[in-house]
């Protein structure tokens, strides 16, 4: 049995060329409720095959590694499956296109772009995001909000700066957001504040790995796991096992193992790129009331039926207060907390270290880096 694998050392860069070459180009089309959509090409960093016949694909994406685990369905072949989770692959870079708002050409970037107060056409997998996030926005108490972009801006500026933004420059950044200041329906958007911009960063990755375990359903693999760092989503379980065995951190070098299947668990540290302004440590999660990052280093590890739910979640429980946070968590059916806890503040050092993994630009966040997985 293979030893228990530190999430944080995915990312090194394995190098599997020889097995890789069919993987260079992938291309497809994706079927769905959005009708079809060309794959864009994805170059992985490593595939592997175990002898049970896993195969294991990772490549990069949304700033991060994404890594594709999954046995070959009915009928197919170790080749096939390596081919599907390639397809898997290049979908997230597909929706990460969609929901990117560092990409000129996106649709998102464009709705960012447009003046408020006027209707904008969106696609209807753009539209199938904003609507979700909205649900989880409303859910949440805006606790999780997918309009505070003009608030991450600012506090990436203070960040960089390691100066706190003036009360004027935080209020005006305020008054551009509000989940309840978006209207979207029937393909169409529309902001009712000047300056909002949108940003899908904490759920957009979630979002991403469900419509790829989508896919490989949909192309006959049922048993997978995937894997983006700080979210996971298992399938079926292994050929022979109760389930997908991961290790969640529970604080003080303690940690419980959970059995995954047909279930995701979304992990969000704040206390993993912390900042000290004026003597006073900042997180990178804000907190949508103040506009600034959230003060207290906590992680949290949510499970739900859904990588988006439990990412959005995630989210939210670095902002909102413990006991309000479990009673949501309480009432939302398939979903528990295996993990909410007080984490001091990394070192300067490996804050350092972990921002410079990620990609600039990218929509990805080390939100986690504590989950171990076990096969």
């Not at 597909?94 to 998102?108: P, Q, R, T």
């Not at 995001?129 to 926005?137: E, K, P």
């Not at 207290?296 to 039926?305: D, F, H, K, P, T």
């Amino acid at each position: 049995m293979s030893p228990w694998v530190r999430m944080s050392s995915f990312f090194r860069q394995a190098a599997f060329p020889a097995c890789c070459v069919c993987l260079l180009s992938v291309a497809g089309a994706i079927r769905g409720q959005e009708g079809e959509a060309e794959l864009p090409s994805v170059e992985p960093l490593s595939c592997t095959h175990a002898p049970d016949g896993r195969v294991t694909v990772r490549g990069a994406v949304m700033g991060t590694v994404f890594t594709v685990r999954a046995y070959p369905g009915s009928g197919m072949d170790a080749e096939d499956a390596e081919r599907i989770c390639g397809e898997a692959l290049a979908c997230a870079v597909h929706w990460e296109k969609v929901m990117s708002a560092m990409d000129a050409e996106s649709g998102l970037a464009r709705l960012n772009a447009a003046e408020y107060g006027i209707s904008v056409p969106v696609s209807p997998e753009l539209e199938r995001v904003l609507l979700l996030s909205l649900n989880y926005a409303r859910l949440t108490n805006g606790a999780f909000d997918p309009t505070l972009g003009p608030c991450i801006r600012l506090w990436k500026k203070s960040r960089r700066l390691g100066v706190l933004p003036s009360d004027e420059e935080r209020e005006c950044a305020l008054r551009a957001c509000g989940w309840e200041k978006l209207s979207v329906r029937k393909g169409m958007a529309v902001k009712a504040v000047s300056g909002m911009r949108l940003d899908l960063g904490g759920m957009g990755k979630g979002f991403a790995v469900d419509r790829m375990a989508e896919m490989l359903k949909t192309r006959g693999i049922c048993s997978f796991f995937i894997d983006s760092t700080s979210d996971v989503l298992a399938g079926a379980p292994p050929p022979g096992e109760p389930g997908w065995r991961l290790r969640v951190d529970t604080g003080r070098g303690q940690g419980e193992v959970l059995l995954l299947s047909h279930a995701a668990v979304s992990t969000s540290g704040s206390a993993r790129q912390m900042v000290k302004i004026g003597g006073k440590a900042y997180s990178h999660v804000l907190d949508s009331r103040s506009g600034l990052g959230v003060t207290e280093g906590r992680q949290v590890s949510v499970r739900a039926s859904s990588a988006a739910l439990a990412d959005a979640l995630g989210t939210a429980g670095c902002v909102m207060r413990e006991e309000e946070f479990r009673s949501l968590a309480a009432g939302l059916p398939g979903v528990s907390v295996p993990a909410f806890f007080q984490s001091p503040p990394c070192s300067a050092g490996e804050t350092q270290k972990q921002d410079g993994l990620r990609k600039e630009g990218g929509m990805g966040s080390m939100k986690g880096m504590t989950k171990q997985l076990r096969f």
